[in-house]
């Protein structure tokens, strides 16, 4: 059975899109630490393990996380993007980037924010058009 991301890269379940090509997705998390918080996926690998990746899907993974993270810059006010890599969520690799101002902006424990949709629209908007003029 497929996991919840492969069903959202596949358009199953809805998504605040951020960036696409033929292999990844990226869109926003839906219970943000930040405004802007985007999860980074590959589209056809659903191991739950980022260092079990395949070589070059971990590479094209972590290139389109960067390209996904300079787009998310320019769009969401923020001194620099952090990343974090979990997994124990959902059971299907994802990066965490995250518009950061403190290092306790990269705080998962603490509330997370609630955003109305199109709020979320608008920065979902913001990254794409960013990450496609790169």
Do not use: W
């Amino acid at each position: 059975m497929a996991t919840i991301f492969t069903r959202i890269a596949a358009g199953e379940i809805p998504s605040y899109k951020c960036a696409e090509n033929e292999d990844f997705y990226a869109f926003l998390d839906i219970a943000p630490l930040a405004e802007g918080h985007t999860l980074v996926i590959p589209k056809h690998v659903e191991d739950d393990y980022i260092f079990h990746l395949d070589p070059k899907v971990y590479s094209g993974l972590t290139e389109f996380a960067r390209k996904v993270a300079l787009a998310l810059q320019k769009a969401v006010p923020c001194k620099r993007v952090g990343v974090a890599v979990l997994g124990m969520e959902v059971p299907h690799t994802h990066i965490h980037l995250v518009p950061l101002n403190s290092e306790a902006d990269m705080d998962f424990r603490k509330p997370k924010l609630q955003l109305s949709p199109e709020r979320m629209q608008e920065i979902a908007n913001a990254v794409l058009q960013e990450y496609e003029k790169l």
